[in-house]
């Protein structure tokens, strides 16, 4: 196994599809819709430091003959550690040929990358109504809380205590509010809930405080 030279920035097999990213500050490719969809979970994921699209690419050998490998994201995590990511269609994942080359790929990088591989598939990226939660909350990643609505929340509210969003509703109206404080502050972390369950009047948000 050695590795290759990396891939340019822009590629022409590559189709136009690009993602926003906040923790990377720029522009990502994505190779389909599901890859975005694993974005967006990135991006909401507390644990994530930062994460960098199809990183490095090497060659390994498989069956006798040297093949290519590049995964599709590679993710530093807040306590240090690495792992890549293979995102595939979970029809695709089942395939023998993949099965087969996925098994070698795990321990090619456990031997010689020095970090772990992980396959995420559809299975994971769109369980429920994570993807459409996640798209909708993450353009108000990119606005900033103002001071003041995060203070008057935090006087309001306690902290680790669960809330109904209409709840919530009828609190920042009585406070001045606008009602769209509340998906600000649940994309920036102030509030979590499951992701996989619509988000609605009645969904339950556990306050995780300033």
């Known amino acids: 196994m050695k590795l290759t030279r990396k891939l340019p920035r822009i590629s022409r097999v590559l189709p136009p599809i690009r993602f926003a990213s906040k923790l990377g500050g720029k522009n990502v490719h994505c190779d389909s819709i599901l890859e975005m969809g694993f974005y967006h979970q990135l991006e909401f994921d507390d644990t994530v430091l930062a994460y960098k699209t199809q990183p490095f690419s090497f060659t390994y050998e498989l069956d006798g003959k040297t093949r290519r490998y ?4 590679l993710v530093k995590y807040i306590d240090g550690h690495f792992e890549s ?8 994942a089942s395939e023998p040929k993949f099965i ?3 098994a070698r790929l795990k321990e090619v990088f456990k ?3 020095g970090h772990p591989i992980r396959l995420v598939t559809c ?11 996640l798209r909708d909350l993450y353009r108000f990643k990119f606005e900033i809380v ?13 902290a680790n205590q669960q809330y109904k969003v209409s709840e919530l509703h009828l609190l920042f109206q009585q406070l001045n509010l606008p009602l769209s404080s509340i998906k600000l502050l649940i994309a920036h972390g102030y509030f979590n809930f499951d992701f996989s369950k619509k988000l609605n009047e009645s969904t339950t948000l556990k306050f995780k405080g300033a």
């Open 70 to 73: 590049t995964p599709d994201v």
């Open 85 to 92: 990511c293979e995102v595939k269609p979970e029809i695709k």
């Open 100 to 102: 087969k080359k996925f």
């Open 111 to 113: 031997s010689d990358i």
């Open 123 to 133: 299975e994971t990226i769109e369980k429920g109504h994570t993807v459409a939660n």
């Open 146 to 158: 103002p001071s003041h609505i995060l203070e008057r929340v935090v006087s309001a509210l306690s």
